[in-house]
C-alpha cells in the first residue's frame, strides 16, 4: 500500500483541478450580507475560510471529513486489544478523506517514532525554563525552537518552485507531530519532577509512545484515553482560534513550526484550550467551598457566585455549537464505561443537569451546553495526571494534527497571504450616514 506521502501526491493534482472548477463555476457567487455586527463582534457566522479536513454543524457538531466521532470509532484502526481510534488513523483521515489500512497506520507509528527525537539545544531551552513558566508557555516555545531545522524554510531559501511547496511542508509537519511527545513528556518531568524521559519504541503507536513518556505507558486504560483524546481534539473545522492562527500565519509562508506555536499561544488562552485548566481549578474550588458530595442546592448556588463574580463557567458555551458537544459525549462514554464511580466525574455529571437551567436564566450565553473543555480534565485526574497546568499541553499535541493537515493541503493549493479588510469606526459611521 502507498506512504501518506505518496497518496497525498496522487489527490494533489486533482483538489488542484477540482478548486479550479468550483471557481470557475461559482466563484463570483454570493454567500449573502455581511452586516456591521460581524465586523464588532468577532467574525461569528461570516464564511471567510476554506478547509475539507471537519467541518463544524452547529446542532450536530463535528464530523472529520463528513464522519462523527463514533463513526471514526468504529471505522478506524486500533491498536492490538484497543476499542479507541488510533489518531494516525485520524491523521491519514484529515489528509486524504480516506480511512487507512492497519498497516497504513502502523507505518505512521514507525514513521513517527523515527522522527521523534528534539535536538540537544531545545531540550535545553526546556531544561532551562523554570518551572514556574506555564507549560503552554514552555511548550510554544520549543516548536518556534524546531524552526531551526525547517525542511520548508530551508528549501524556500534555496528558491524552491511555488509548485513544490508542499513537499518539505509534509516533511515539517510530520516531524512536528512526532517530535510533541518528547516535547509534551520533558515538560511535564521538569515542571512537576516525575523524574527522567524513558526512550520512545518504535513497535508502539504514537499513544502508547506519549503516555509512556509522561509516566502511564503501563496504564492501558489511560493509553486508550490518550488515543480518544487525541482524536477528538485533533481539529474542529477551520476557523477556531488555534487553526485559524496556524492557517493565518503560515499564509505568509512561515514554516509549520512558527505556525503551530502561534496556533499555541492562541490555545494558551482561557477562553480557548486553557479552559480544561479552567475547569478543573473551578471543579476543586467547588469542592473545597461545598463538600465533595454537595446537594443540588449548593451546587447551583456555587455557579451563580461564578456567574455574579462576572466570571464564565468554564467549559460551557461555544462561539459555533448549539447543543452538547459530541466531543462531551464521548468522553461521559469512556467516563460511564472505564471509571462510573469517580467521584468528580460525578460532580461533572451533576453540573451538567444544572448549569445549562441557570445560563439560560441569566440570559446571555447563547449557548448553555457543555464543550469539550468541561470533561476532559476529569478523566486524566483519574488516572493520577491532576497537575491541570498541563491539561492544554495535551490539547495542543492533538490539535497539531489538524492544523499540519491544513498547512499541507494549503500549500498544495497555493493558498495565498491572508489579509482581510479593516474598517474604523468613523468609516462606518460615514458610509451609513444617510441609510
Ligand atoms: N459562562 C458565563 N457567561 C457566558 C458563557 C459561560 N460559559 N458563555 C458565554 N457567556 C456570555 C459571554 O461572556 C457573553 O457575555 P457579554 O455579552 O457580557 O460579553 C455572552 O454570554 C454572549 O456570548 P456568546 O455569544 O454566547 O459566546 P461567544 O461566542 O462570544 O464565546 C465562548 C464563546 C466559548 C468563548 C464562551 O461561551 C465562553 O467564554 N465559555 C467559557 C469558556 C470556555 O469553556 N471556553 C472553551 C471553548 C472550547 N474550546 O476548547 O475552545
Ligand atoms: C475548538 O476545539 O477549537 C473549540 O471548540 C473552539 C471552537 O471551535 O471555536
Redesign the pocket.
Known sequence: PATLKERLAELIPKEIENVKATRAQHGKKSFGPVVVDQLYG?M?GLPALIWDGSVLDAEEGIRFRGKTIPECQELLPKAPGGSEPLPEGLFWLLVTGEIPTQEQVQELSRDWAARSAIPEFVEEILDRCPPTLHPMSQFSLAVTALNHNSAFAKAYQSGISKKDYWGPTFEDSMDLIAKLPNIAGRIYRNVFGQGKLPAIDANKDYSHNLATLLGFGDNQAFVELLRLYITIHSDHEGG?VSAHTGKLVGSALSDPFLAYSAALNGLAG????L?NQEVLIWLRKMQAKIGEDASDEAVKEYIWST?KAGQ????????VLRKTDPRYTAQREFALKHLPDDKMFKLVGQIYNLVPDI?LEAG????PWP???AHSGVLLTHYGMDQMQFYTVLFGVSRAFGVAAQLIWDRALGAPLERPKSYSTAAIQKMFADK
Open positions: 468577532g461569528r477556531n482561557p477562553l480557548h484550550g479552559a456567574l464564565v463557567v468554564p467549559g460551557y458555551g461555544h462561539a445560563l446571555k450565553a447563547k449557548n464543550n469539550v473543555d
